[in-house]
């Protein structure tokens, strides 16, 4: 069956400190993979989405910025973080084959930039 | 783009009364809307999903109908339970996760 692993669960960053969350993928290959960021407790945001190894489209201009160096592996970036940074972060994949596939989340990352 | 809004914003149901949380969507091409379930702290699960060429589907004590005519699709669960309190999310998409557009939230507490 399908995995997906997010790491850390939880991290507290200065502003202005460099960023940098994984993902992988497990029991898939050419999965879709996207970043979304939560305020709040609600509203998903999606950031980044990636159809292929070194394929990356945002969605919304931003501090950060998503790399897929590998089938299976998602990363998030930043070179300086900010306030408004702070959030839950969550990966998520979807079936790269075939229409109305639905996404399927990571455990997350709460990140606090202080 | 699409544009889904999603009714209540919070919701309190005695233990074993029955919830229902709506969705309204503008894309009349969209055509799979999936529902999730965020427990606090924890990440979205799916918990049931509709495609547009069903009216109705059923899981146990969940159940999700769709009218395409009028644009929109609501999220019922029955005999609720205190495990069922989170936060549910509808979504609606023409055909791709990417562009799978979220409601903003329901916040459904079950009273014991």
């Known amino acids: 069956s399908q995995t997906i692993h997010q790491w850390p669960a939880t991290l507290v960053q200065p502003v202005g400190s460099p960023l940098s969350l994984e993902c992988t993928v497990e029991g898939t290959s050419n999965p879709n993979l996207y970043w979304y960021r939560q305020a709040a407790g609600r509203g998903l945001q999606l950031l980044f989405y990636?159809?292929?190894?070194?394929?990356i489209s945002s969605e919304v201009p931003q501090n950060l910025s998503a790399s897929r160096p590998q089938d299976r592996q998602f990363i998030l970036s930043s070179k300086k973080l900010l306030l408004s940074d702070s959030g839950f972060y969550l990966c998520?994949?979807?079936?790269?084959?075939?229409?109305?596939?639905?996404?399927?989340f990571g455990n997350g990352t709460r990140l606090t930039v202080t | 783009g699409e544009n889904v809004e999603q009714h209540p914003s919070t919701l309190s149901v005695q233990e074993g009364d029955s919830a229902v949380i709506k969705c309204t969507y503008s894309?009349?091409?969209?055509?799979?809307f999936p529902w999730y379930k965020q427990e606090l702290g924890k990440r979205p699960q799916l918990i049931i999903d509709i495609r547009s060429n069903v009216g109705e589907k059923k899981d146990q004590r969940i159940a999700v109908t769709l009218n395409k005519t009028a644009k929109h699709f609501s999220l019922h669960i029955t005999e609720t339970q205190p495990e069922d309190s989170a936060v549910y999310f509808c979504?609606?998409?023409?055909?791709?996760?990417?562009?799978?557009?979220f409601g903003s939230g329901t916040q459904l507490t079950v009273l014991p």
């Open positions: 894309d009349s091409a969209s055509n799979y």
């Open positions: 990636s159809v292929g190894i070194g394929q």
């Open positions: 998520a994949w979807s079936s790269g084959t075939g229409v109305n596939s639905p996404l399927h």
């Open positions: 979504a609606a998409t023409r055909g791709s996760a990417r562009q799978l557009t």
